[in-house]
């Protein structure tokens, strides 16, 4: 009766993710489900394996495809408020440039690395007309090292000889791979049961709750995050991530140039770049030991400016709209920190329409 009960109600919380031996994870095509965490929103991932609507391979449209992580899959917030779907209903507006079609290409937990291979693999059959990549500085360089980031089940880029060269040997062991069979057995049990589903979220609920329940400000601001990114790298691993990082983006932007599209960088902000206090910002970076909280940022924009490459940095925009209202942009009522909420999304889709339609409107 309780599966009956949850079908006809349309309830569950089934598990979106599957391992992939190319990517090391990617979503279940078509799978429809409830996220609760950070909100409840209802997510569906399209034919292709991506958190959209299904797309023809082809039209007339003038085409966006943006690769990105979870700040861009957005699973906190409907699809209708991404900001990259914002912008997609905002650009239709522009001049000489109706018919305009963003494609969402973003994983959870994906980096660089990843978001290339997503790029070789499955973005190119669409042709779009532009190429941005999304960049959240606050994982994506740790993301994107080995050394750092010692995720079992992610492939990486390392540089040999001056040139990046795939590293995927871990998603060919013996152990990825029962890994994988095991996984797709528990998981497919697991999205047959509604009641359980619904067990293990109320599970996870309590357990988020009686975790967080005494968090500092400070603690929200930098969950997930590791304060290194805001600091100038030594000789050490920092130092390896980012010449790995700056060296993917590269890469990307050559691929896209040579395809015949434009490629934009777009670097997203974090929880404590744009908290709406400068002061409880100021005490956050001093307590890392650093000058500010806008390193990641400004080494990027000099990258992109020594690539030639068109960049858009939403830090300073949203660090304005924060101030100027006192509105949180990250998190919500619970906690100050996490993903971008409605507010977010809504201001980081007006400033990134701004950009382009200022780029590719015409007289």
Known sequence: MGEVGLRAWGISYPEFYRLDSRLGWSPRPGIEGIHAMEGRTRIKINAEGFRDVDHAEANGAFRVAVLGDSFTEA???????????????????????????????????????QQLLVLDDRVWKYAPDLVMLAF????????????????????YFVIRDGALVLDSSNLSTFRFKAKKAWGEVKHGLYNS??????????????????????????????????????LAP?????????????????????????KGADFWLLTLTN???????????????????ADGLDYPDRRLARLAAAEGIPAVSLLEPLRAI??????????????????????????????????????????
């Open 234 to 258: 030594g000789d050490g691993p920092w130092a390896g991530a980012w010449a790995v990082t700056e060296e993917l983006i590269r890469a990307m932007n050559r691929r896209v140039r040579d």
């Open 75 to 113: 699973r906190e917030v409907p699809l209708e408020d991404t900001y990259w779907k914002v912008m997609e209903a905002l650009l239709s507006r522009c001049k000489g440039l109706s018919g305009v079609e963003v494609l969402g290409f973003a994983v959870n937990g994906y980096g660089t690395a």
């Open 322 to 363: 924060a101030e100027a209202g006192n509105e949180r942009l990250h998190g919500g009522e619970a906690s100050a920190g996490g993903h971008w909420n409605r507010a977010g999304h809504r201001a980081a889709g007006k400033a990134l329409a701004g950009a382009l339609c200022a780029a590719y409107a015409k007289p």
């Open 136 to 155: 959240f500085t606050g994982n994506d360089v740790l993301n994107n090292s080995r050394v750092l980031d010692r995720h079992p089940d992610r492939p």
């Open 193 to 230: 049961l509604r009641t359980l589903q619904v067990a293990r979220q109320a599970y996870l609920r309590v357990k988020s709750a009686w975790k967080n329940r005494e968090t500092t400000l400070a603690q929200q601001l930098g969950a997930g995050l590791n304060g290194a990114v805001y």
């Open 271 to 289: 929880p404590p770049q744009v908290y709406p206090d400068a002061g409880v910002r100021g005490r956050y970076a001093a307590a890392l030991g």
